[in-house]
């Protein structure tokens, strides 16, 4: 008896179609995803035991006191609102989004009012905060409103 060797073809897997589903699938992500332009401000957080002197005239000074009436260069504001914080560091500024901003909080204050007057200065265009802390016996100075 002779027996007949079969021939085995070696078996493949055919990655065209797993290539087509992997081009498929980058298409998609890249065509879905959004792009976010997030503000960023830079910030320059107070350090202890230090004294360190900016140059009062060319800066703005946002003070947040315990009971959340901001005031912006010595002028409290009418209300708390971001709109009113917008427009008092437009006039302040006259323009020059190159000035420092310094926040001085009082350690009472509320994260909101905070966080608002963060978020109105990166709204307003400026780049450079600075958070700055206040000696017990030296209080606010407040004059007039916007």
Do not use: W
Not at 34 to 61: D, G, H, M, Y
Not at 117 to 132: E, P, T, V, W
């Amino acid at each position: 008896m002779k027996f007949k060797r079969r021939i085995q073809e070696e078996p493949s897997i055919n990655l065209t179609p797993l290539i087509d589903v992997v081009f498929l699938l980058l298409i998609f992500f890249m065509v879905t995803t959004t792009f976010n332009r997030e503000t960023r401000l830079q910030v320059n957080l107070p350090k202890a035991q230090t004294e360190t002197k900016i140059n009062e005239s060319a800066r703005l000074e946002i003070v947040i006191p315990r009971e959340g009436l901001i005031s912006l260069n010595g002028q409290t504001l009418v209300n708390g609102r971001i709109e009113t914080l917008l427009r008092g560091l437009e006039l302040e500024s006259e323009g020059n989004l190159d000035m420092p901003v310094i926040i001085i909080a009082d350690s009472e204050a509320t994260h909101q009012s905070v966080v608002l007057a963060m978020d109105a200065i990166g709204q307003a265009g400026f780049d450079r905060l600075s958070i700055a802390t206040q000696d017990p016996e030296q209080p606010a100075t407040q004059d007039a409103c916007y």
